[in-house]
């Protein structure tokens, strides 16, 4: 069952990212000069991110930084992916959206030296988003997904340990004997049937 849902999914979002980051840099000016696709609210301008997420950048060598980081992250996911319950649909798919974004990503900086292709710009006037592109947005959806089904998963966990707790510390009813040597609730069925 996981795996219908992750690799669909994983190649769905890697071609659409790499195909509209083609796209970007074969049809925008590299001058970064936007075109208008809603008005002022969404653009696509050409950007190449050498750093980050958001234009986090570590000078000279971020892109072999970010290699690493990436794959030691793609690691993790896929530990995660492999510990999660076949029928856990939420964080099956939250998983498989940062997985992919990662591995578009990683992509782009296994390809140039430039960076990673961003082409998505949205805000109004001279407010604006940092530009992004589609494997951004898996990355952000899933990572949002995966921690609010971590979180729940935490919840649960506590209750479970807290309800195992209560239950090993409440007292267990044990049948005493009365002072004649026979339990008390014979005595009193007894009793009852000698009236």
């Known amino acids: ?24 840099v074969t049809l925008l000016a590299p001058s970064g000069i936007p075109r208008e696709v809603l008005g002022n609210g969404v653009r696509l ?15 000279q060598y971020s892109r072999w930084i970010f290699l690493v980081l990436t794959a030691g992250a793609l690691v993790v996911l896929w530990r995660l992916y492999r510990q999660t319950r076949p029928g856990d649909l939420p964080r099956v798919v939250a998983v498989t959206l940062v997985t992919s ?22 805000g109004f006037g001279t407010s604006r988003w940092p530009t992004f592109n589609i494997a951004d947005m898996a990355v952000s959806g899933g990572a949002l997904l995966l921690a609010w089904v971590l979180w729940n998963e935490d919840k649960r966990t506590a209750a479970l340990t807290e309800q195992a707790a209560s239950t090993a510390t409440a007292p267990i009813a044990v049948p005493t004997p009365s002072p004649g040597g026979s339990l008390s609730s014979v005595q009193s069925r007894d009793a009852g049937d000698s009236t």
């Open 45 to 59: 301008a050409l950007v190449y991110n050498p750093g980050a997420a958001f234009g986090l950048y570590l000078g």
């Open 101 to 122: 974004g990662a591995l578009g990503n990683l992509i782009d900086r296994i390809r140039t030296d430039r960076g990673v292709v961003d082409f998505i710009d949205i």
């Open 1 to 24: 069952m996981k795996a219908v849902i992750f690799w669909p999914v994983l190649l769905v979002v890697v071609i659409l990212d790499v195909l509209t980051k083609t796209l970007a």
